[in-house]
């Protein structure tokens, strides 16, 4: 097949051209400090991409480049084809260059790099061989700073510098020295300065091949004398607030001094409003927000916290920071004022939608309506309210044994409000100087009417979300009441009377979830570069202990040996789930996505199984993609009896591994594989054979493998994965690797928005 597409390919192949198939780097020493991924990035001319040794954009191209004319063709041209790339030895004797520039950059000077091209009939590799040199060590750090301050203040951070007598000469982490020096000073008052006073001279020795490094940071240059004098230190004087933008003409303004305390410590604060008409929200709220301070120094590092907690403030955007010197009569103190402007983004959004519904064949419509205010209590708060409504034709007898066209209806509201600090009576402003953060309230109810039961769903949360970096997120929900209140029609409460399968009950029993929840995230992607990142979250949740602290009160009734309270059983559970991810970059866009994910649930005191919405599922579109949604496990479960129930469990073990690569422009493409289950914490008549089980649960993980097709236009993804089952455990032992059986009819089709994970 390879074979013959390259054969198609060469015959477009201009006979004087060579398609450039791939790139080869040979580096010819294993006692080196840098890899081929390094040297890659030196290479002026890419390959034609290639899948396994086939270039199918480059195909496609060459078969409708000639019939253009035609907008089919013309279309799928410009959309799946891609122009060959073809070889260019100005090209490979600039990536000679570059690649001889980057190893001096890194310490290896006089290295050489040999090349050579393969030509296989139209279609040709370049070779780079690179012979590094013996790298030069760095054998002496030495400083020549005039301005005294300057160099107390360097000496302060010599020892956390990138630059380290003994290691291996390197240009990059001078730049990186001399970045970490600027912004030191930048952070005590130096606003001024900047990277271009700093020097490092740099004096080598070929013969024993070390390397001498001398820190020269010149003194400033006086603007009016031209003469050299030392750096100024520079200290906050007013701060000046612009709420409604720029103020421009010779209308009135007014200009309104704001003092409040900041603390014991810190004393007052004073911020000037300046604006025209109703600066439209309340001064108080930026007591928090505004990190810098008057009669301090300058901090470069406050203006970045205060650019990110105004970037918080979601009713401004494209805020501006600036200073400009104040003229005194003191030569010894050097002052600034601050004038923060901000531009009002738009206050009221509306969106009304309207959609079909299909589950498993039975028709709807659902419609909503949101309306969100962000400033809704002139404190730059966000005001969510939604209402949906729907109805669809389900394919149940109803109480009477009959089947009506709508027969289910739903009808639900949900408010919420997001407020951009910390809503607590203690202050927070040390706290809040870089973790951004926010609180939010929601309430929420929702009214289900089915054939044989209607259902009414209660939500109320409240929490806090907070950045401790840019790599790690807290999220605190100390509230967390959901109720869940299910009246089954009288003949309907008859048939779950008679049942003796306790899970298929619990479905249909109200039940009230009270408790708390935290999430930890972690994250070190830099979206700025194709680099490798690793990504872990881990969630907590428990639910009724702090209710079953009043089982012994009026409030708390107990029924049939379970405590109720305002009529409703509560739950009582302990949860956890851990979820690792892996992200490697292989060559260029290509990647390989791990993930693994384990979790469990164990419910204790009122509950005797985990409530149905925290109970853990397998299969669907961004999990065990070889099975639908809730069809696998628990364990080596089959549903003899087909019952009609969704599968749950209080047990997940998942690893997913996915390799991911770029088709053509918006086009990608990935193969995967998905393995694991889920299982009960006790044996259960409902999942016979779902009970985790350490000697038996690896023999009950099942294992699936399928392809995608991915479209991506950078603000949204759309995902079609095709799985299928390559180790289903509901078989018998022996019968469980399904691949010599393998039919067309047992691959799922995902449809999804976004990565999986």
């Known amino acids: 097949m390879i074979s013959m597409a390259s054969c198609s390919i060469r015959k477009h192949i201009p006979e004087d051209k060579m398609i450039l198939k791939s790139n080869k780097i040979i580096i010819h020493s294993k006692d080196i400090d840098f890899d081929k991924s390094d040297i890659s990035a030196c290479l002026s001319q890419s390959a034609n991409p290639n899948i396994l040794g086939f270039m199918p954009a480059t195909w496609v191209y060459y078969k409708t480049e000639d019939k253009s004319d035609k907008r089919l063709y013309k279309w799928i041209n410009n959309t799946m084809g891609e122009k060959p790339v073809y070889y260019n030895d100005e090209l490979r004797e600039q ?363 209660a939500l109320l949360t409240f929490g806090y979300n907070w950045m401790k970096n840019n790599q790690v997120q807290h999220i605190l929900t100390p509230v967390t009441l959901n109720s869940v209140k299910v009246e089954p029609t009288p003949s309907f409460a008859q048939i779950l009377e008679k049942e003796t399968n306790q899970r298929i009950k619990d479905q249909y029993t109200s039940h009230l979830i009270f408790g708390l929840d935290y999430t930890y995230i972690f994250n070190n992607q830099d979206v700025r570069f194709l680099k490798d990142f690793f990504y872990f979250k881990a969630n907590i949740q428990s639910s009724g202990n702090l209710i079953s602290l009043l089982n012994n009160t009026s409030l708390v009734k107990t029924i049939d040996n379970y405590h109720e309270i305002f009529g409703i059983r509560y739950a009582q559970f302990a949860r956890i789930s851990l979820d690792f991810r892996y992200f490697k970059y292989i060559i260029g866009e290509n990647q390989i996505a791990t993930r693994f994910m384990i979790g469990a649930g164990i419910p204790y005191g009122n509950s005797n199984d985990m409530p149905f919405e925290k109970s853990f599922y397998a299969g669907g579109t961004n999990g065990m993609r070889g099975w639908a949604f809730r069809e696998l496990g628990p364990g080596s479960f089959n549903n003899p009896q087909n019952l009609n129930i969704e599968r749950i469990g209080d047990i997940q073990l998942e690893f997913n591994l996915e390799y991911r690569f770029p088709i053509h422009k918006f086009i990608k493409g990935a193969v995967f594989t998905d393995i694991g289950n889920i299982w009960t914490t006790r044996e259960n008549e409902t999942f016979v054979g779902g009970q985790f089980k350490f000697d038996t649960f690896y023999k009950q993980l099942a294992a699936d493998a399928g392809i995608g097709l991915r479209l991506d236009f950078s603000f949204f993804l759309i995902r079609l994965d095709a799985a299928t089952p390559i180790v289903n455990p509901a078989y018998p032992e022996g019968e469980r690797w399904r691949l010599s059986k393998l039919q067309f009819r047992d691959f799922i089709l995902n449809f999804g928005i976004g990565y999986p994970f």
């Open 95 to 457: 990536s000679v260059s570059k690649i001889i520039k980057y190893l001096g950059d890194i310490g290896y000077f006089k290295s050489s790099v040999s090349n050579r091209i393969k030509n296989k009939r139209g279609i040709g590799k370049v070779y780079y061989e690179i012979h590094p040199s013996k790298p030069y060590i760095i054998d002496d750090i030495t400083y020549a700073i005039k301005d005294t301050t300057v160099y107390r203040y360097v000496m302060e951070i010599a020892d956390v510098l990138p630059v380290k007598k003994g290691d291996i000469y390197n240009a990059f982490l001078l730049d990186d020295e001399r970045d970490i020096i600027t912004e030191y000073l930048k952070n005590n008052g130096y606003y001024y300065f900047t990277q271009d006073y700093i020097f490092m001279e740099v004096d080598t020795n070929y013969s024993s091949r070390i390397a001498k490094i001398n820190i020269r940071i010149d003194d400033a240059t006086d603007p009016i004398t031209a003469q050299p004098e030392k750096h100024k230190q520079y200290y906050i004087n007013n701060i000046y607030i612009y709420p409604n933008g720029n103020i421009n003409g010779r209308f009135m303004v007014d200009t309104v001094a704001y003092t409040f305390n900041l603390n014991k410590r810190l004393g007052y604060q004073t911020f000037n409003f300046v604006f025209r008409g109703d600066p439209k929200i309340r001064f108080k709220t930026f007591d928090n927000i505004i990190q810098l301070q008057s009669n301090n120094l300058y901090e470069l590092r406050k203006v970045e916290q205060t650019y990110k907690a105004l970037n918080n403030l979601k009713i401004f955007n494209l805020n501006n920071i600036d200073f400009e010197p104040v003229v005194t009569d003191h030569d010894s103190i050097n002052l600034l004022n601050c004038n923060i402007t901000l531009n009002r983004s738009k206050v009221n959004f509306y969106s009304l939608q309207l959609e079909g519904t299909n589950s498993s064949g039975d028709l709807g419509i659902l419609g909503s309506f949101t309306y969100r205010n962000k400033n809704i209590f002139r404190g730059s708060e966000i005001f969510n309210i939604s209402l949906r409504a729907g109805t669809q034709a389900q394919s149940v007898l109803d109480s009477e044994g009959n089947t009506n066209l709508f027969n289910t209806k739903e009808f639900g509201v949900e408010a919420s409000i997001f407020f951009p600090q910390f809503v607590s009576p203690i202050k927070l402003r040390d706290f809040a100087k870089e973790r951004q953060p926010r609180t939010t309230l929601t309430v929420g109810y929702n009214y289900q009417i089915r054939p044989i039961y209607t259902r009414q769903i």
